[in-house]
């Protein structure tokens, strides 16, 4: 049976991921792969920050201002979490409500981001929170698999 939760603001992303994942091995790595795509979907998805406008933000230390601003206009703006347990897994269906994005690039390290402030949280996801995570086009919905605990 599927269960759905909704997030507004990276805190609620946050505090969801590390409820969701207390049921899987690895459960603190879990929580922040979830935490991750939760709040990915909230900032880039729901609100429009990309990742040359958050990093300019947060260079200047204007991030949480505007993250603030763009929460208040867009209020009924929620990231959706589908959690279904299966016999040996937990999957994660996360979907915001924007229009997309190429995570291709996303997926693995990329030197010419490593000094940037963002940038790195899908490819940690994927390469140390879950046993897989897979993306659906056009790009607003992401599928994570974690293993149940026993």
């Known amino acids: 049976m599927d269960q759905v ?3 507004h603001h990276p ?3 946050v505090a969801l991921a590390q409820q969701l994942a207390e049921g899987c091995e690895r459960s603190r790595e879990v929580a922040f792969g979830l935490a991750e795509l939760i709040t ?3 900032e880039h998805g729901n609100l ?3 990742f040359a406008l958050k ?3 947060l260079s200047a230390g204007r991030f949480e201002s505007e993250l603030a ?3 208040a206009d867009r209020p009924d703006s929620r990231v959706l979490v589908t959690v279904t347990r299966l016999p040996d ?3 994660f269906v996360v979907e915001d409500q924007g229009g997309g994005f190429d995570w291709r690039p996303w997926l693995r390290p990329d030197p010419a981001r490593a000094s940037a402030p ?3 949280g899908i490819a940690l996801a994927r390469d140390t929170c879950f046993a897989s995570l897979n993306y659906r086009a056009p790009g607003n919905v992401v599928e994570a698999l974690a293993v149940r605990a026993a």
Request: proline content about 0%; charged content about 25%.
């Open 5 to 7: 939760f909704a997030a």
């Open 11 to 13: 805190r609620e992303g």
């Open 40 to 42: 990915n979907g909230i």
């Open 48 to 50: 429009g920050l990309g």
């Open 55 to 57: 990093c300019q933000l």
């Open 69 to 71: 601003r763009r929460l």
């Open 89 to 91: 897994l937990v999957r």
């Open 118 to 120: 963002n940038g790195r």
